[in-house]
């Protein structure tokens, strides 16, 4: 039985955050494996540019490289509709297997939206909880409104399962942003996707 991740997003574009976040939560909770899961069509996030989905598999793919304990699934961009995370997790399941034990990765800002999701319900019965902070979310506000939708005892184990990682404030918004305005993102992506978004023109100025 093998202890998995899912770790969802636009990854628009991945950056040094998410792989320090990814290796924090497998060394703290003993997983096996992360899934890095691009997001084809994400319904939470309407009105974000995004660059090609291809593209942005193709990116993650270079910043996980031969790492061991990283893989990347790109289930969600062959799906029609929108990424829903609950049909992800369960087409995950099916493919890996039922018994492994399956978490899924959020930071404070998914977690405190989390009651929005699509069938969130089921989701959280689906699916145990491994939750980050991420700078300027405050999750000790989170516990209470969680805890009116899901219970007690849920945010009693998200919280128990709670990994402090790496406060790292690097963000895709700001990465576009630079490459928008023509500035340097050296170190804050890796340097092989880095070269990527450059041979690709993405994020250029006027894209």
């Not at 995950?92 to 929005?116: K, Q, Y």
């Not at 405050?138 to 005892?153: I, N, T």
Request: glycine share 8%; hydrophobic share 45%; with cysteine.
């Amino acid at each position: 039985m093998s202890r998995i991740g899912i770790f969802g997003g636009t990854f628009n574009p991945v950056h040094v955050a998410h792989l320090l976040v990814a290796e924090a939560v497998c060394e703290e909770r003993a997983l096996d494996t992360v899934l890095f899961v691009p997001a084809g069509w994400p319904p939470h996030k309407t009105d974000e540019p995004l660059a090609p989905a291809a593209d942005r598999a193709r990116m993650v793919e270079l910043a996980v490289g031969d790492a061991p304990r990283f893989a990347v699934e790109r289930l969600e961009l062959a799906r029609e509709g929108p990424s829903y995370t609950l049909l992800t997790v369960r087409e995950l399941r099916d493919r890996r297997g039922a018994g492994n034990e399956m978490f899924l990765l959020l930071g404070g800002d998914s977690l405190l939206d989390l009651p929005n999701w699509w069938r969130a319900d089921e989701l959280v019965a689906e699916v145990r909880i491994i939750a980050f902070a991420r700078p300027g979310w405050a999750l000790r506000e989170a516990w209470d409104g969680l805890a009116a939708r899901f219970g007690r005892d849920w945010v009693d184990g998200v919280r128990e399962s709670l990994v402090q990682v790496p406060l790292v404030d690097v963000s895709a918004t700001d990465i576009r942003q630079r490459l928008r305005s023509g500035r340097s993102v050296r170190y804050m992506v890796p340097e092989a996707v880095r070269r990527y978004i450059v041979e690709r023109g993405l994020y250029a100025p006027g894209r």
